[in-house]
């Protein structure tokens, strides 16, 4: 049974935080690290104690984890950044809360004994012999150990202790991934073998000046020797334990959401009635109105959960290609059930949040290509914008007139100005992108068109048919994605005060061109009228855009199950690095990285000289074996991955990618893993060094076998996850379990309550085999229920759960008794 953990975090803002800048002040940011793997790097606050932030982020991680870290820096353009505080979640605390975790946390000093990472390979024997005892250690191997050195490696050695013995390995200089094949041997007295003490075995870096760095310890009871004749395996290393939290909190305080989501994944054998039954919803004959799984499942829905449910069924019914019918049944629903056209789709229901999802799934890359270059324009600009006279600050404005000083209508006319220059050019991107937008948004609009204008039919609701495709296209996707560019991947990061003050006033006006300009002059904003002669003029062009959009053959749309939310030809990532130059002499190196703009697709990663150039060099993706960092010691140079592909004749190549920042690193690792998440040759292990000299420059070995373990299904959740139809369906799953109860009552115990002859008859007689034999009824048959059929399959996907977490438990125990 496959294991699927998703971690959900949030670093909401900071307070209190200790001025670390001779103004009195700091320009705080935070790293964020996975067992001491940096995932992600929030924006720089500058000069401000109480920073707000509001980045979130979703990684998925199917080997699981031991630890999060929140290390807020202070940052410095002269010499190293200084570190404010850190913050610790164990996996066991953070799991400990089914919500999650939201709530302010001091942040706490940073010790180096107690940032610790990797594993050291052990085997321990326990030799007794009339004449004398002895315990012996063979202390194989250690990787991806804590760099404590300048030149980010370490020289360990390593350390028995039981006792009063002890003895010590060699030490191996400049590596994380030491391999010592040394055996250590102790000689106990015959007293000391019944002794109930610990076994520790300590990995420390030798420094030839000053004390040595501490980086990592294993603690094995010496009773388990006894149980064990020799006692292998891979031993995660453990700080030091001697911290205290700073519960004062001089050093500040993090807000912080952290939610962890582990599920037991079943053979897809299993999950196939439940999608029976989710397909049978949108395709079956029965009237629309009709309760089926899909009208239970938002029954059971929580509000705070009913976004991950939309996202959740919008890939189910992708995956079967059934997505159109699926948001076509919702949609139907919705508008049937609305009386006032004004209120259609306003509110949070899992028809709105499933379009919404829908939007963000398939129409990604469109809105990219529509928004990304004015955004950018915006961002780079960074114009001093704003039309509410309460707000105006002219020391803030810059000079827009040859006078020496500027007034409250002069900022406002140049606002008015620039802002009718940036709105028009977004809504003459959106309004010529017909062709751009992808065919499956097209048809779903159109047959939402098509039940709007069934619905209602009065003359003066003409343009409802309008309103809902343009409440959803401009008002829920388009108008977010100006107001906050960085959670629809348009940029790294957040706009600063000024231009985020731009980009919400455009968010406003497009809003309203999405609302057709029917609601202007009503509401309390009257300060933005300049802009409505503008917002009037587009809706005649809006209109027309919609009628093109509509305007598309149904059966454009495949209705063959797909891996992707894209097409394989469609660019999923693109943009500048910085490649090495493998060929030729060794060059220093920063010079042996040459910039080159990359194109990834499912199908090819490609790059070239600029974005213009005609000839590309293509690696296929299905060559891909693995994708994974390097050390920064390799080139002496931070954020460069590698990218290892296998030839026809089984060769490994290598190719060496520098990002220009750690979130960047983070992107492109995940997205060039996702596509080739069904590649069949994945490497288990990989060097994280490179090959100099004869000898890999991570663990000092020649041979090619991998030191480190790979991490190809580490990835960052967004809108490119690739379609699972096994972990989506268990989520649904546990969504009806946690509603099972709610279900019974409102749909059995009602059938109950007033039964017909016939199925009171079949509800008290079981079935009867040939052989005499009384059995469960299938759930399937004839007369029953559609509750009482999705009752049954929640039953047994709990019953198959139980019983495989059973067997795991049996393995388990007998692993232990049969080392």
Known sequence: MAKNTSLYFRIVEGRNLPAKDVSGTSDPYCIVKVDNEVVARTATVWKNLNPFWGEEYTLHLPMGFHSLSFLVMDEDTIGHDDVIGKITLSKEAIGAQAKGLDSWMNLTRVDPDEDVQGEIHLSLELLKDTMKSSLRCQVI???????????????????????????ETSIIKKTRFPHWGETLELELDAEELNEEGT????????????????LGKVEIPFASLHKTPVLEGWFRLLPLGNNEADASGKLGALRLKVRLVEDRILPSTYYQPLIELLVESVISPTEVEDSSALTMLEEVTTVESRQDVAMTLVKIYLGQGL?????????????????????????????????EQFMKAVGMLYLHEVLKPIINRIFDERKYIELDPCKIDLNRSRRISFKSGVSEAEVRDYSVEMLQTYLTSIIESIVSSVDQCPSVMRVAFKQLHKRVEEQFTEPENEDVKYLAISGFFFLRFFAPAILTPKLFQLRDQHADTRTSRTLLLLAKALQSVGNLGLQLGHGKEQWMSPLHPIILRSVASVKDFLDKLIDVDHNIVSSVPQRAVFMPSVTVKEGYLHKHKAEGPQLLSRFAFKKRYFWLTSETLSYAKTSDWQVRSSIPIQRVCAVERLDENAFQQQNVMQVITQDN???????????????????????????????????????PGVHRSGKWTCCLQADRAGCSRTHSAVTLGDWSDPLDPDVETQMIYKQLLQGRDKLRKKYLEME?????????????????????????????????SVAARLLVVIEDLEQAHATFQLREIEDATRVILNP
């Open 141 to 167: 191997e250690a990787r991806d150990l804590a760099p404590r050195d300048i030149s980010g490696t370490s020289d360990p050695f390593g350390r028995i202790i039981f006792n009063n013995h002890s003895a």
């Open 199 to 214: 076994v520790m075995v300590e990995v420390w870096d030798w420094d030839m000046v000053g004390k040595n760095d501490f």
């Open 323 to 355: 997505v159109v019918p699926f948001l076509d049944y919702l949609n139907t629903r919705e508008v049937n059930h609305t009386a006032d056209p004004n209120t259609l789709f306003r509110s949070n229901s899992l028809a709105s949040k499933a379009m």
């Open 649 to 687: 004749d089984g060769k490994l190549n290598t190719m060496y990618i520098q990002c220009k920042n750690v979130n960047e690193l983070n992107q492109w690792l995940s997205a060039i893993r996702k596509v080739s998440i069904y590649n069949e040759r994945m490497l288990p292990s990989f060097h």
């Open 752 to 784: 109950d309550a007033e039964p017909t002859s016939s199925n009171k008859e079949e509800r008290i007689s079981p079935d009867i085999h040939p052989d005499g034999a009384e059995c469960i009824a299938p759930p399937t048959r004839p007369g029953q």
